[in-house]
């Protein structure tokens, strides 16, 4: 069956009978808007990203349920990144023709799963027929009490940095899919679908430790040259303290020159953020007992000193911050 | 100058410079989130559309700043139409590489002028390349005080049924456009440059005086078959009620079949809107001083009714509702 039998209203009308309505949810799918409550005295965090066919996916590397699971979990990684609760989603589709309908309803049931996952409801969106590539628009709204508010501009010389989870999986797995490679599993499932630090996020700005944070969407080094550029810091980055997976230890195993995909592959979606001296201890004992490991990876430094690596063998290179651009020629 | 040459990150920054914070906006641009603060008690109220190049807009129909007002005015509209006040908005773009950079900017021009004219602020988006056309998504987040929302699901049988404005200019426009005639300008304004009665949708939601609102869209008969739905009722349409602008009534001379364009055609974004019988006099009064027409077009009824059109002789007709499906053969 084709998307053009059931038409754009039956389609909408099969979403809304699965997406079920969460906290807050005063008029869900099926009105001009969502009407939505906040927590009171809460400030409204919203994001918006795009993901479209071509650029961000190939539908023949990813299962649609994936790539549904991998929309929602970006935006709502943006949500952690500033320390809120993500609450409430809208998916825009822009659906080629000749995509079937159950690859539509994959899509749509792995973006709900995610969805049921951090807690957050569908609310709305749109859908349209796209006479190109399958075109996602997402939007995440979350919420967060004033002072916890955790921006990208407050890290300090001398702030320690820090980072969740394991770095370069999904681009050690992206860099296999280029050159044609099976790549290995545990890596692939990282790149297909990313887990959105939503707890770690939330916890970190509750207790007031990170003064700056940042999810590692376009890679560690260009994230964190964001940081440094909002904060008009610098930074020193140890290479050796980077959290690496047993699958990327074996992966770089015999292809040193992979470490490079390491500190710029992106779309990790780990937590980048930093943290005040003084504040360290009660780090270390906040996330003791986390199931996610938190690593500190460096320095940061007065502006001067630019971005830099230290290698294993203790020789600090300078960098140019420089992520991926959209516009550019190397394809992702 | 193309994008490539400016990079991602360069046109985000000229964004960023030109949109200028407004009310509540506690972190624009330039975060992975913006952080917004809604007037206390209010219900959130948001709402996504897409604009897709080749389904909704053609390139070389439209100017790219006419483009960009119309994205953000048909979201406001949807606000309009719950009755809230239009507050934030996000433009997520997918940008094909051959598009001059003047045109993305006049885009972007327009989309603030939009902006600005509704007291709203651009808080945030995405862009990106697009290997096919260009992709346009917004988001509007708006508010509304809870016991003022206004929803489609609220006409009873014996209600009035109002229209501000007039309809079928956009239409009529479309239709000439479609044929390779041009319109006439003040028909092609309209389809161009709409524009969302938040003002008015606002007062009639302050006032209580909608049991159901929705804007026109898709065409009078559709989004009234919409309200319709969501209220289990019935309707008769008085097709001699219809307001009609000098333009549309010139094109209408000599061509009545063109009067289906009224009825169908959608792009209006007027309100329609239902008035229980005890308000009607109140409604005159609210609205008796407004620059913008309020009409009367029609009746709501029992559901088993249907949905039907009276003609200028009396007659009446029943009608399927059924508005543009965007997956159907039929270009617009």
Redesign the interface.
């Known amino acids: 069956m084709k ?2 039998e ?4 039956g ?1 909408i009308a099969r979403i809304r009978q699965q997406a079920t309505d969460g906290a807050g949810v ?2 869900g799918i ?9 927590p ?2 809460e ?8 993901l ?5 996916f190939r539908r023949d590397w990813t299962g649609m349920d994936d790539l549904g699971y991998k929309s929602a979990a970006v935006n709502v990684s ?2 952690a ?2 320390g ?1 609760t993500p609450r ?1 989603l ?1 998916l ?4 080629p ?1 000749e995509l079937p309908l159950a690859e539509l309803e994959a899509l749509v049931g792995g973006f709900l799963a995610a969805c049921s996952e951090y807690g957050t409801t569908l ?11 399958l ?1 996602i ?1 997402v ?1 995440a ?2 919420s ?1 009490p ?1 002072g916890e ?1 955790v ?3 407050g890290a300090r010389p001398g702030d320690a940095i820090y980072v969740t989870g394991s770095l370069g999986d999904s681009a050690l797995a992206l860099y296999d899919l280029e050159r044609g490679r099976t790549p290995d599993a545990a890596l692939l499932a990282r790149h297909h679908r990313p887990t959105a630090r939503s707890t770690a996020g939330r916890r970190l700005a509750a207790a007031g430790l990170a003064t700056a ?3 590692i969407s376009d890679g560690l080094l260009a994230d964190l040259g964001h940081i440094l550029e ?1 904060g008009a810091a610098g930074a020193v980055v140890d290479a050796a303290a980077l959290p690496l997976s047993p699958a990327a230890l074996a992966r770089l195993q015999g292809a040193p020159e992979l470490f490079e995909r390491v500190l710029s592959g992106g779309e990790d979606y780990e937590l980048l953020f930093t943290v005040a001296p003084a504040d360290e201890a009660r780090l270390a004992a906040l996330v003791s007992a986390w199931p996610l490991p938190v690593t500190r990876i460096g320095q940061v430094t007065p502006p001067a000193e630019g971005l830099r690596v230290r290698d294993r063998e203790g020789r600090t290179r300078a960098l140019e911050p420089g992520g991926f ?5 190397g394809g992702r």
């Open positions: 998307l053009a059931l038409g754009e209203f389609f005063v008029q099926g009105d001009d808007c969502a009407a939505l409550e906040l009171a005295g400030l409204l965090l919203t994001t918006s990203d795009l479209i066919e071509g650029v961000h943006d949500i990144a500033m809120g409430f809208y825009a589709l822009g659906i023709a609310a709305g969106g749109d859908t349209c027929r796209s006479p190109g590539p075109f628009s939007t709204e979350g967060i004033p508010l921006r990208r501009s944070m940042i999810d909002s651009n959209h516009f550019s020629g």
